[in-house]
């Protein structure tokens, strides 16, 4: 298993609703234990607890998945630029998030996609679950060495 990629294609949105619908499906002690498990913050950098509380909060550092979730899939499933799928999330999540907010994470989210490439160069097989894929022996094609300086370009020049 440790050479198969289980969830390569899955966005980390639609794992919470997954989880959420088994735990509803199985209910009992397994439900509760699932819903435990939706409860806690993701942080796979598995940082010890300072004073019995989670160290890092990946979404604190990264921004809300859902937000990476929708750029990913927009930039990846039909090739959007920057500015379009800016406007496209000011859209969505009017009223959830403020512009700036959107644009923070969008220039975060970028500039994480092209400096993390070299990860997904190595990643095991996986299956291709939805319309879009990373896993480098799928439909993704992208050197380890790409630079995100046209794209920062096009967002730096973007006002809310």
Not at 57 to 66: D, Q, S
Not at 133 to 142: I, V
Not at 145 to 151: G, I, Q
Request: hydrophobic letters at 40%.
């Amino acid at each position: 298993m440790s050479m198969y990629g289980v969830n390569a294609s899955i966005p980390k949105t639609l794992v919470r609703h997954l989880v959420r619908y088994a735990a509803e499906d199985f209910g009992g002690e397994i439900g509760k234990i699932l819903l435990d498990v939706l409860d806690t913050p993701v942080s796979p950098e598995l940082l010890p607890p300072k004073d019995g509380k989670i160290a890092q909060k990946t979404e604190n550092l990264v921004g809300p998945y859902e937000l990476h979730d929708f750029f990913l899939y927009y930039m990846l499933r039909f090739g959007f630029a920057p500015d379009k799928i800016y406007r496209m999330a000011c859209h969505a999540f009017e009223g959830q998030y403020d512009h700036e907010t959107i644009l923070k994470w969008l220039k975060t989210f970028y500039r994480r996609f092209f400096t993390q490439q070299f990860k997904r160069s190595c990643l095991p097989d996986g299956p291709k679950v939805g319309s879009v894929t990373l896993s480098p022996r799928g439909d993704w094609r992208m050197p380890s060495d790409a630079a995100v300086t046209l794209w920062m370009k096009i967002l730096s020049s973007l006002e809310f």
